[in-house]
C-alpha cells in the first residue's frame, strides 16, 4: 500500500533559526496536504498542493510540491515560539482518491 | 460554530468491556473518518464513511466496527477492546471525500484499556 515517510521525526531549534520538514511518498500523489497540531491538541489543516512543483507560501511557511508528485517539504522562516508543535504531511495516492495517508510527523521545538 | 465533536475525551476501561466513542458534525459533512495516532506513527486512518450507510475500511480496522446511520454521526465501537488499542483517537470530516476537501478534526478521544 501506499507509504508516506516523514523526516526527521523531531527537531530542535533556536528561536529565529529556520525549520525544514521532507515527505516523501512510495506512490505518485494527487495532492498532498499539511496539518499543524499543537502539543495537546487536534491536527489542523494548512494548505493543499495539488499541481506539479507547485510552492505556496503563507507568511513565514513555504511550501512546495516536487515535480514528479512523489515528495513534498514545509519551510519555516525565523522560527517562533508560537511554530511550537508537530507538523504533518497526508498524501492522497493518484489511485485512490478516499484515503488520505499521513506521514509520522515532525516535532518542532523552538528553544527561546 | 462549525465543529467536530467527541466523546468521552478521555475513558479508562479493562480489557473486553464494549465501548462506543461518538462523534458528530454540524457542518453537513459527506465524509466521514477514524483514525488512532500512536507515537511515531502519526495517525492511522481505522474506518471512513463516503456518505450515510456507507463505509470502508482504512488501513488498521481490526477490533474496531463503525457506523453510519445519519450523515451528522459516525460513532466508533470497540466491541471487545485489548491493551494494544490504547490511543489517541480522533474523529473527522470533510465535505466530500474528493481529493480537493480538507479535513476537520475533532478534539480526540484518549483511550487506555487495561
Known amino acids: 500500500g501506499q507509504q508516506v515517510m516523514q523526516i526527521p521525526q523531531y527537531q530542535h531549534v533556536q528561536e529565529g533559526e529556520d525549520f525544514t520538514t521532507y515527505c516523501n511518498s512510495s506512490?505518485?500523489?494527487?495532492?498532498i496536504q499539511w496539518y499543524k497540531q499543537r502539543p495537546g491538541g487536534h491536527p489542523v489543516f494548512l494548505i493543499q498542493?495539488?499541481?506539479?512543483?507547485e510552492v505556496k507560501k503563507q507568511k513565514r511557511l513555504t511550501f512546495q510540491f516536487g515535480e514528479a508528485k512523489k515528495n513534498s517539504s514545509l519551510h519555516i522562516t525565523a522560527t517562533q515560539t508560537t511554530d511550537v508543535g508537530t507538523y504533518f504531511c497526508?498524501?492522497?495516492?493518484?489511485?485512490?482518491?478516499?484515503?488520505?495517508?499521513f506521514g509520522s510527523g515532525t516535532q518542532l521545538t523552538v528553544l527561546p | 460554530e462549525a465543529q467536530v465533536t467527541q466523546n468521552p475525551r478521555y475513558l479508562i476501561t479493562v480489557t473486553g468491556k464494549k465501548l462506543t466513542v461518538t462523534c458528530s458534525q454540524n457542518m453537513n459533512h459527506e465524509y466521514m473518518s477514524w483514525y488512532r495516532q500512536d507515537p511515531g506513527l502519526g495517525l492511522r486512518q481505522i474506518y471512513y464513511?463516503?456518505?450515510?450507510?456507507?463505509?470502508d475500511k482504512g488501513d488498521v480496522p481490526e477490533g474496531y466496527k463503525v457506523s453510519r446511520k445519519e450523515k451528522r454521526n459516525f460513532p466508533l465501537i470497540l466491541e471487545s477492546p485489548s491493551p494494544n488499542q490504547t490511543s489517541l483517537y480522533f474523529c473527522?470530516?470533510?465535505?466530500?471525500?474528493?481529493?480537493?476537501?480538507?479535513?476537520?478534526f475533532g478534539p480526540g478521544t484518549r483511550l487506555t484499556v487495561l
Open positions: 473527522a470530516s470533510s465535505f466530500s471525500g474528493g481529493e480537493l476537501h480538507t479535513q476537520y
Open positions: 498542493l495539488v499541481k506539479s512543483g
Open positions: 464513511s463516503m456518505n450515510v450507510e456507507v463505509t
Open positions: 497526508a498524501g492522497r495516492s493518484s489511485g485512490s482518491a478516499r484515503q488520505l495517508t
Open positions: 506512490t505518485t500523489l494527487s495532492n
